[in-house]
């Protein structure tokens, strides 16, 4: 464990930083390092020691080599924006503040369709700079926005394995990675991708020369260094859009048929984003204040499974095409494409535009009430298709054990708990599958409970042999031993990258002395 | 039950009652920037003032409420500290934080903000940048260090008719011009245009003159809230006795103070001047008969009729209707106006951070507007963006002075 | 016999362990006389665990390829196991509706698509393919044809044998084979670095690959073009429309070869467009790639070599002929064929006697171009590509010298990993980490 964590050492280390970084960059206050504490997780806050604000590579690197010269733990953070506590600093030691002044977009570059931006670049700000440009005739271009509110950092979304909402079409955010640049555990700056390669610049691909080393910082919470910039690909976005939601026509089996829909619409390719949400999260979606009915009691009349599909086209008549193949399906699989102008004008009012298209900046607004309760409980794993419904219902008993009131008036609707299948993965090969229900943070009650129902929750996905789709809620511990040899040669990585354990110790159980 | 409805500037109550709000922040980051529909580069995106300048999380609301979930623990989890103190003192009350949150979360940031203030101010004193005008508002009724006699002089040097004395005549409307009018010489013009837009209008208007008292805000925006509640009933005293059936001001904050923390006290109904005017512009009694030249306009849309009372369209409506005058917006307007920095104390408290945050306006006027004047309706925002554009070729200019200049002789 | 062919005998059983020069010669291209190197043919991955754990023991290098014949050099090591896939041929596992397949190392692209076919399902064919195992193919990261639609590797999960001879199942089979097939570990993404890797972490025995639909619609357009450049503007904007899965331009030269056509009455370029999908959809494309290409001012050869069609269906190999490929932007492909002309100038040749050959890359922002040229000039003129710019992704030889001396801190990590995973160096020693 990191030794330098005593007040003499860490003096030294906050002068060695303020001379490097400027004083007005670095400090050891107490209302600074309890600003930078929490966040809204199950997990409980800790402070750190000191907190730093860099401006670039060089200044990361300098506070790394100051930090590994005085053993102190290192902890990054973008927004501070996530579902796993992973900045909050377990150790304490240096808090490194990444968005507050590296927010540049770098390059924009139509021809080859990148983007490189540092980690304070938002995504409404990637969404909107790459909207701007056209790649050819009048196809602007975006990137793959994440799945997150328009104000969390791009990069911290697509190096933490964000979600995008076109996965289905291109595949996760890693796969849209070009290059990066690290500054690891010891000091040192290492870039990867193409544009590590002299005189080649960036090409839009997702590696760069023989073995492909970018993958050991994805998903690695910090613990083997810190990104400083990221290059990704964007993709022609078509400038029309059609948005539906449907429901199967008989609710009985309704999860069933919604999957089968996401599997056929999956492999013909041609929907931009396709999410099977749940009431409860419709409900949350809805953000006018001034709705006479109470949440939970709305849930009983939306749709238990909606499945929202959004197709683009250059034309009216590429869309035309596109929604009679997408009824075809619908119809075969016992669905049907709801009354856009009814539900959806009201779960949609107040955004100019269609989910995820210009209202792609739009998502940081809608995904922003569902926070209305308290805290956002969200947990979710990569499982293929046929374990989906039994894990379903699995998971509306533990609710029914571990979360619903025992008052048999409010219904586990009521509880707007639910499930949603994002992704899918390109072609429908594995699915995003996610359980929902959120938790008053005030009520101490309520977070014993969800911490609860958080733990139960993860083990039943692990039986499914469904891995959780990132470090989520320090749950690592679940996890990670069933991974055999991954577990090892993770755990090797972790000492011959970082032996003294700086970089974030203990986000996750990779060394042998970790409790 | 979240209160969905939660209004700017009103009902704000003791700390304790925003622990549940600090807790249920889940640092999502929508307060730090404008509205993500219309974010359009990578410029001109931020929009927390305190923020912007000082870059550390706890001057953003995220980091507030940090502090107010630390300060209301049982026992605290902070003590004094100056970075404390400046966290708490730097937000300039803008409301952009809280106009965004409510909606979603049902959290009052603002408020909450506002009562850290004036728990921040019972429990370590207030502080001595904000002694003296504390000082100057209970000595002199404003909080410009100036002896109230003066507060009628502007009035006396209107020759080409006569200002009622609301006190001494009844009057339908009185206007209340406020103290920076009456004592700032930058913003005496303002007070002469709108006695003069009133009277071409016909209105049968008056003004206290020196027997005027400032509206509270300032005391209430820094944290003084005891003497804020002192001001109110006496202020609602005198000016109900007036009989008057509208009170008419060119003042962003006291239209904000009147018209919110003071609501539901008043016998009439409180307008801001530059809704008048669009009035009466419709209604065609004013007339612009000069033409000015090489205006190229924006507008600054000032916190406290914008977010705070919704007034976007009536002063842009009266800015376009001018001749000669070219208009552009900047990105950052409307409800997602980023303040001009002063507001809240923070003038007095961190004049650095308030030149600091005027600048960057003045620069998102340069280089997203192309822009030579910026304009406004606020006499603070007038203030400290003309004090940012001192010396360089930018002028900022209330909306009045424009009118009146255009209304020729 | 000496003990270490007794246990290779063990492990592999006799007739499994190769020794005679004849029959070591066959894994290289040019003939080897006195060896004391062993070629090795496991069936299954019991079996290359023994073969690394004895390596280990005994302290000899083991070598892989996934360029069918091993590299000439390693014919000079006087010991060292060869391991050839060809018996670990079987299809494990197919999951149609899941669309992948789970195969061993030693099936080829034609063995696999034979069953793929009868399923409704496809692989995507390499452009460059210097392997018939479509494991090698796969992992090694050889192009695509689909390239502009599908850029990126298109292996998921590996089962992997390591230095020490443990296995790894990399992503999500690490927890599961059942539940899962995504590439992603539980942590971090370690497991990435065995693509591309030429199995210098460990030795892959097995992956899931990708494997796409076989839609209702299938449509191949052609068009001919004078210049170069009207072709690759083509092939550029088509996959920017998202329009087509194949954008592809080739010289006559390529298309005869490939086609098995005579390249007489060919225009100088041929772009081929490939559409699939359903049939609606299809037709409306073709109708506005044939709008843009009336614009463009291209001849348009569809029916004269509709029967070519074939040629965007398999692999393109490049094991008898070598193929100099490497990626760059559309707008720098006159920069490598002028080097690229001069050194076959001072070779007596030009580039009208070479195959060549051009893909749309991730939605037309990047293109491969393939050379076929004799192998000695490959190394050469790639070396004078990478002081220009021109990006090779699994450099070999003199090519991954002159790239990895320009770039120092990556060679550094990966000799990290290198030395972490195989502390013996006994894999595939001589690949420069």
């Given at each position: 464990m990191p030794t330098g964590i005593n007040t003499e050492n860490l003096a030294i280390v906050l002068e060695k930083l303020q001379n490097a970084i400027g004083k007005q960059w670095v400090s050891d206050d107490p209302a600074h390092l309890a600003s930078y504490s929490r966040d809204f997780t199950i997990v409980p806050g800790r402070w750190p020691n000191i907190v730093v604000l860099p401006g670039s590579t060089e200044d990361v690197q300098k506070i790394i080599k100051i930090a590994a010269e005085h053993e102190v733990p290192v902890v990054p953070m973008s927004t501070g924006f996530n579902h796993g506590g992973l900045c909050i600093p377990l150790h304490g030691g240096i808090m490194v503040d990444l968005i507050k002044r590296m927010d540049k977009v770098l390059n924009l570059d139509e021809e080859t369709l990148t983007i490189t931006i540092q980690p304070g670049v938002r995504n409404a700000v990637t969404y909107a700079m790459a909207n701007?440009?056209?790649?050819?005739?009048?196809v602007p271009m975006a990137a793959a926005v994440s799945l997150s509110m328009g104000s969390t950092s791009t990069l911290a979304n697509y190096i933490g394995r964000g979600i995008p909402g076109s996965e289905v079409k291109y595949g996760d955010s890693t796969e849209a990675i070009v290059g990066m640049t690290w500054v690891l555990p010891d000091g040192e700056i290492l870039k990867t991708g193409t544009p590590a390669v002299p005189n080649v610049g960036i090409i839009p691909i997702a590696y760069g020369p023989g073995p492909d080393i970018g993958g050991m910082f994805i998903n690695a919470s910090g613990m083997f260094g810190i990104c400083t910039e990221i290059t990704i690909k964007l993709f022609p976005e078509k400038g029309k859009e059609r948005l539906y939601i449907f429901d199967a026509k008989v609710k009985e089996r309704s999860l069933e048929k919604a999957l089968e829909f996401l599997i056929q619409l999956s492999q013909q390719a041609l929907a931009e984003f396709i999410y099977k949400s749940h009431g409860g999260q419709t409900v949350n979606m809805i953000i006018d204040p001034d709705n006479p009915y109470p949440p939970g009691a709305m849930c009983e009349f939306l749709p238990e499974d909606p499945v929202i599909v959004s197709i683009l086209g250059e034309t009216e008549e590429e869309l035309d095409i596109k929604e009679e193949i997408l009824m075809d399906l619908a119809a075969e699989c016992g669905l049907y494409a709801l009354d856009m102008k009814g539900l959806t004008e009201q779960i949609f009012k107040g955004a100019p535009n269609p989910f995820e298209r210009k209202a792609r900046s739009q998502i940081g607004k809608a995904i922003g009430s569902v926070l209305r309760r308290g805290a956002f409980q969200w947990y979710s794993c990569n499982v293929k298709a046929d374990p989906i419904p039994e894990m379903a219902s699995k998971f509306f008993r533990l609710v029914e054990k571990y979360w619903k009131p025992t008052d048999p008036k409010i219904s586990r609707h009521a509880t707007m708990s639910g499930t949603d299948i994002q992704g899918p993965h390109p072609f429908a090969r594995n699915f995003m599958f996610e359980v929902d229900f959120w938790w008053d943070q005030a009520n101490p009650e309520d977070v014993k409970r969800a911490a609860v129902l958080l733990r139960k929750t993860g083990e039943l996905i692990l039986e499914h042999g469904a891995q959780p789709w990132r470090n989520m809620y320090r749950h690592g511990e679940l996890h990670l031993p069933r991974l055999g040899t991954y577990l090892d040669i993770l755990k090797q990585t972790k000492r011959e990258f970082d032996p003294n354990n700086l970089m974030h110790p203990d986000i996750e159980p990779v060394t042998d002395d970790y409790i | 039950m979240v209160d969905l409805k939660a209004k700017l500037g009103r009902n704000v109550g003791q700390l304790i009652q925003y622990r549940n709000d600090a807790w249920k922040c889940v640092r999502c980051g929508l307060c730090r920037m404008i509205d993500t529909a219309d974010v359009t580069s990578d410029q001109f995106v931020d929009n927390c003032p305190s923020g912007i300048f000082h870059k550390f999380e706890t001057f953003y609301p995220a980091g507030r409420h940090e502090l107010i979930r630390c300060l209301t623990a049982d026992p605290p989890e902070l003590g004094y500290t100056e970075v404390l103190h400046k966290a708490i003192f730097t937000?300039?009350?803008?409301g952009y934080c809280q106009n965004l949150c409510n909606s979603f979360k049902g959290l009052q940031p603002t408020n909450s903000f506002q009562s850290l203030k004036d728990f921040a101010n019972r429990k370590w004193g207030v502080r001595s940048e904000h002694n003296a005008l504390i000082q100057s508002i209970i000595n002199y009724d404003n909080p410009w260090l100036s002896p109230r006699k003066p507060r009628g002089t502007w009035a006396r040097k209107v020759k080409d008719f006569k200002i009622k004395d609301a006190g001494k005549e009844k009057v339908e409307v009185l206007y209340f011009p406020g103290c920076n009018a009456a004592y700032v010489a930058e913003i005496n013009p303002v007070a002469k245009a709108t006695a003069r837009i009133l009277h071409l209008a016909g209105i049968d208007f008056g003004i206290l003159g020196e027997k005027e008292r400032c509206c509270g805000s300032t005391a209430f925006r820094v944290g003084a809230v005891d003497m804020f509640e002192n001001y109110r009933r006496e202020n609602i005293r005198q000016l109900n006795a007036l009989g008057v059936k509208t009170m008419v001001t060119a003042c962003a904050g006291c239209h904000s103070t009147f018209a919110h923390c003071y609501a539901g006290d008043l016998d009439f109904e409180v307008v801001h001047i530059v809704e008048y005017i669009e009035r009466l512009i419709q209604q065609g009694k004013l007339k612009f008969r000069k033409e000015l030249k090489d205006v190229r306009a924006t507008y600054h849309d000032p916190c406290h009729i914008g977010r705070y009372s919704k007034i976007y369209d009536a002063p842009r409506n009266v800015l376009k209707a001018i001749p000669g005058v070219t208009f552009k917006e900047m990105?950052?307007?409307?409800?997602n106006s980023l303040c001009c920095g002063s507001g809240g104390g923070v003038k007095s408290f961190d004049p650095n951070m308030a030149l600091g945050v005027a600048s960057i306006r003045l620069e998102e006027a340069r280089l997203a507007a192309g822009a030579n004047t910026v304009v406004s309706c606020c006499p603070f925002c007038e203030i400290n963006l003309g004090h940012a554009a001192a010396g360089g070729d930018m002028k900022v200019v209330d909306l009045l002075q424009l009118v009146s200049e255009a209304m020729g002789e | 016999m000496s003990t270490l062919d007794q246990r290779l005998i063990a492990a592999v059983g006799e007739e499994n362990v190769l020794k005679d020069p004849a029959k070591i010669s066959s894994f290289f291209r040019q003939p080897v006389e006195k060896t004391g190197l062993r070629a090795l043919l496991p069936e299954k991955v019991e079996e290359v665990q023994s073969i690394v754990k004895l390596a280990r023991e005994e302290r000899l290098p083991v070598f892989t390829t996934y360029d069918s014949f091993f590299r000439q050099e390693v014919s000079s090591h006087k010991a060292g196991l060869l391991i050839d896939f060809r018996r670990m041929n079987k299809i494990e596992r197919m999951e149609p509706r899941g669309m992948v397949v789970h195969v061993q190392r030693g099936v080829t692209y034609e063995q696999l698509t034979e069953e793929t076919k009868k399923n409704g399902i496809k692989l995507l064919p390499a452009a460059a393919a210097t392997s018939r195992s479509v494991v090698e193919q796969s992992v090694n990261r050889a192009v695509n044809l689909r390239a502009a639609r599908f850029p990126d590797a298109t292996v998921a999960n590996m089962k992997v044998v390591l230095a020490d001879g443990r296995i790894h199942l990399t992503g999500t089979h690490a927890l599961s084979e059942e539940g899962a097939n995504v590439a992603h570990d539980g942590s971090a993404d370690l497991s990435r670095w065995y693509v591309g890797a030429d199995d210098m972490f460990g030795i892959v025995t097995r992956a899931t690959i990708n494997v796409y639909p076989i839609w209702e619609e299938r449509k191949v357009c052609f068009f001919g073009f004078e210049q170069l450049e009207g072709a690759c503007a083509l092939i550029r904007d088509i996959p920017r429309h998202e329009w087509a899965l194949e954008n592809i331009a080739l010289n006559k030269k390529a298309l005869a070869r490939l086609a098995g056509i005579n390249e007489k009455g060919l225009p100088p370029w041929v772009a081929v467009i490939g559409l699939e999908g359903k049939k609606k959809l299809v037709d409306y494309y073709e109708k506005q790639v044939y709008d843009l290409v009336g614009r463009k001012g291209a001849s348009n050869l569809t029916s004269k070599l509709g029967e070519s069609a074939a040629i965007i269906e398999r692999p393109w190999y490049a094991i008898d002929q070598p193929c100099l490929g490497f990626y760059t932007t559309f707008k720098r492909i006159g920069e490598f064929d002028e080097v690229i002309e001069a050194s076959l100038k001072d070779a007596g040749s030009s580039l009208d006697d070479v195959s060549r050959k051009v893909i749309s890359v991730a939605s037309g922002g990047a293109v491969w171009l393939g050379y076929d040229l004799p192998a000695e000039m490959c190394e050469k003129v790639g070396v004078r590509l990478v002081d220009r710019g021109a990006f090779f992704d699994r450099p070999t030889g003199k090519l991954s010298e002159a790239v990895y001396s320009k770039m120092d801190a990556f060679v550094r990590h990966v000799k990290r990993i290198k030395n972490m995973m195989d502390p013996g160096n006994l894999l595939n020693p001589g690949i420069p980490f």
């Open positions: 701007h440009r056209c790649c050819v005739d009048d | 937000c300039t009350g803008c990105v950052r307007i409307k409800e | -």
